[in-house]
């Protein structure tokens, strides 16, 4: 078990780092920021060279790999981090500076059990793509495929371990603060990341995601998932069929090339609708990097660590609440906030419908360029404190994720409106899964299930109540032993150490 003390160097090292690109600055001068927060802060900026604008997706890359997961975690959280902030971590992308191809070629050998030659004819040395987590290089299988081949850095697994140790650590004592810190469940968000980590660092996860999301979307022929080789993929590294198109991200290319934007945009679209709503399994890393344009107009998807995935009561929601929005009929939206749990019983739902038409109504009819969800999102962040709504862990991957779509459909078609686009889909999945055939089929689906499982329903009826909201438990969270840190020696003793350190720090530059 690591030391408090251990935890706390570690979080001085960070908070010198985010003090030095004015990532703090925020922070401090928050009025729902606690007074012992703010003194840390003091003392972790203490003689730093503070910029003016800050720097935070920056300040991230600079910590590590494990701070650049978490900072794309916490974009997803504007609500914890603020608007500006959430909008920068939006730049992390990943990017690392490449291992030197020995490196690689031992981890290879390692990851396979055997010389990368006995199942590769040839690997390029030089990569594709370096990341946080793994490096990518293109291969010749010895069959004569062209692929790309995924392999995890050495080490990275031990590194982010010691970092979510302290994230834990450091989320524990923040939460028993209380206040409006404790709603915002900071435990519960590094758990998550926690998660989501942990999957991404199984690569035989990964491409078994790639291939579940492949079979669910076969009946979008417009959007593809590369196919795996299940054959040259092990937990440390992946073998995956070769994309060969245009990154979105290269809009000139795309032009120079002749494919019709506008209509990419909204294959993107529909696309992770399906996946959202449909299927309720999606691609949660659809930044413009990890989807490419097809010589034939499809569009294909890579890197398939992050994935979300929500149950069919959420999506049913979900799907509610976006055409409630879009069509304007906020009391619908207002009654499955409350009928979902999301917003506490005593609150009063006319209330809330007006919140929220204060939030949709501004929006409807404009193209993106003029108003977003990203907006949208935002303005829903800013009612949850009035109403006492927690943090939904299953819905923040899909809130990144939709915050994604809608920046890369809009770079394609600066004038696409999500809601036109979105809402053929959204009504016509609304009408087959919730239209009266759809309910009588679920009705009788229903009561069968629940006359065979009477008897067990009998035994155990008092424990067995079903949840009235539809967010799924929380997970179990890491008991942590939380410190108290008075307003005595100890501040005066930190404060001494970080004056020793900025000092030295000081006198070193000077030289």
């Known amino acids: 078990m690591t030391a408090p003390a251990v935890h706390l160097w570690r979080l001085l090292k960070w908070g010198r780092i985010l003090a030095r690109h004015g990532a703090l600055g925020g922070i401090e001068r928050d009025v729902n920021t606690p007074p012992r927060i703010r003194r840390i802060i003091r003392i972790a900026r203490f003689g730093a060279r503070v910029p003016k604008v800050p720097a935070y997706a920056d ?4 910590i590590g790999p494990a701070a650049i ?9 504007p609500d914890i981090v603020g608007d ?13 500076p490449p291992l030197p191809y020995e490196t690689i070629h031992a981890a290879m050998t390692r990851a396979f059990g055997r010389p990368p030659e006995d199942l590769f004819a040839s690997i390029d040395p030089v990569p594709v ?10 291969a010749i299988t010895t069959d004569g495929r062209h692929v790309a081949v995924k392999v995890l850095r050495p080490g990275v697994e031990e590194e982010f371990a010691r970092a979510i140790d302290t994230y834990q650590w450091a989320a524990a004592q923040i939460e028993a603060m209380g206040g409006e810190l404790s709603r915002l469940r900071p435990r519960l968000v590094i758990e998550t990341f926690k998660r989501w980590t942990a999957r991404e660092l199984d690569l035989r996860r990964e491409a078994a995601s790639a291939s579940e999301l ?6 979008q022929p417009d959007y593809i998932v590369p196919e795996i080789d299940w054959q040259r993929t092990t937990t440390r590294a992946m073998t995956i069929a070769w994309v060969d198109g245009i990154k979105l991200s290269d809009r000139a290319a795309l032009v120079a090339a002749g494919y019709d934007l506008p209509k990419l945009a909204n294959t993107l679209v529909h696309a992770f609708l399906r996946q959202a709503i449909a299927e309720g399994f999606f691609h949660a890393d659809m930044h413009q990097g990890n989807l490419f344009a097809l010589p034939d107009g499809r569009i294909a998807a890579i890197d398939f660590g992050i994935m979300g995935r929500i149950d069919r009561r959420a999506r049913v929601w979900l799907a509610e609440i976006l055409y409630g929005l879009i069509t304007g009929n906020y009391k619908r939206v207002a009654e499955i906030h ?5 917003v506490p019983a005593h609150h009063n739902v006319a209330e809330f419908a007006t919140a929220l038409r204060a939030v949709g109504e501004p929006m409807r009819g404009l193209a ?3 108003m977003s969800i990203g907006m949208m999102l935002d303005g829903l962040f800013n009612i949850t404190r009035d109403f006492d709504m927690q943090t939904q862990p299953h819905l923040l991957l899909l809130q990144k994720t939709m915050v994604m779509v809608e920046g890369v459909a809009t770079s394609l078609d600066p004038d696409i409106n999500l809601w036109d686009s979105a809402a053929p889909f959204v009504r016509e999945w609304i009408r087959t899964e919730l239209g009266p055939e759809a309910f009588v089929a679920d009705r009788i689906i229903t009561d069968l299930r629940t006359l065979a499982r009477l008897p067990e329903l009998i035994r155990n009826i008092e424990l067995r109540y079903p949840s009235p909201g539809g967010a799924p438990p929380a997970p179990p969270l890491k008991e942590i032993e939380v410190v108290r840190i008075g307003g005595g020696w100890r501040y005066v003793a930190i404060a ?15 030289r």
């Open 59 to 62: 300040a991230l890359q600079a």
């Open 368 to 370: 993106v360029k003029d």
């Open 84 to 96: 500006a902030a959430a909008k920068d971590l939006l730049r992390l992308q990943d990017a690392l």
């Open 214 to 219: 492949a079979e669910a979307m076969a009946a």
């Open 69 to 77: 997961k978490l900072g794309q975690t916490l974009a997803t959280r």
């Open 129 to 138: 793509g370096a990341a946080s987590i793994a490096q990518v290089h293109s």
């Open 338 to 342: 409350f009928e979902a749990g999301y």
């Open 496 to 510: 001494v150490v970080t004056a020793l350190v900025s000092v030295a720090g000081t006198w070193a530059f000077l």
